[in-house]
Structures are given as C-alpha cells and as structure tokens.
C-alpha cells in the first residue's frame, strides 16, 4: 500500500514540478531573454492616423510602406523607393496588401502604417531590407487585417 502511495505522489510531482517551475519563470522573469524579434524599432505608443497628419484615403485599409526622405531629394529618393519596392515584391503573395508610397509629414527613414492608419514601426534611412522584409512577413502573418 505504501508502494501505491509514493508512485502516486511521483506522477503527481513529475507533472507538477515543470508547471511550477515554468509559473516561476515566467512572473520572475530569470532566465527570459529581454530582446524582441524585430529589426525595426516599434513606435511606442502607437501614433494613430489623426496624431501623425496622414490621409485616411491613403493610409486605411492596407499596410504601407512609407519613404520619408531627409531633405531635399536629388538622386537619392528614386533609390530609396526602388529599395523599398523590392522588399515589396519579395513578399510574393502578400504583396497586394502592402503600398509603396513617399511621405513628408514625419522623421527621415522608412515608416510601416497598419491597415487602420497606426504608425507601428520606424527604420532609420540607411535601413536593411532583409530586416524590413523579416518583420513585414512577420506583421503580415499575424495579422488578418489589410
């Protein structure tokens, strides 16, 4: 009888002891790396359509992708946006939710605009597109709007 007493209380204990430990973890946070997966920087808190000055016409209904070009643009802007359309085409099929466009309104680099006008994440001029790229298909996966 004792025999059934202590297999029991292992079963219970080898169960347990993953979920406590995992609970534990997770509120002390020890042992949780603090860095995210994107390459951009997320705009914190969200800018929505009206805080920015951006168009709803323009700017709702779709992700985009907008250039905002530091200063005056003399050679270097037709680059920047052809840059950005080859992260666009690489999207393959999810490209027909995402729009190219240039903008003036906000700080020089690359800007993303969810589908409702929020401005979400920033690249600074000089961005990767392997990086824009990442965390486009990442947003684009998780997200079912635009």
Known sequence: MKGNRTVFWMVW??????LVAAVLV?????????AS??????????KTL?????????????????W???????????????RLRRVHDALGREADRVRV?????LAPGVWVVDP???LVMQYPPTY?????????RRLLKASRLG
């Open 13 to 18: 204990a080898v169960a347990l002891v993953p």
């Open 26 to 34: 997770w509120s002390s946070g020890v042992g949780l790396s603090g």
């Open 37 to 46: 997966v994107n390459r951009g920087e997320l705009v914190q808190p969200v």
């Open 50 to 66: 009206d805080q920015w000055g951006g168009d709803p016409l323009l700017h709702t209904g779709h992700w985009s992708l907008l």
């Open 68 to 82: 905002v070009p530091a200063g005056d643009c003399v050679g270097g802007c037709s680059e920047a946006i052809e």
């Open 101 to 105: 466009m240039s903008a003036t309104e």
């Open 116 to 118: 409702l006008g929020n």
């Open 128 to 136: 990767e597109g392997q990086a824009l790229l990442g965390d486009m």
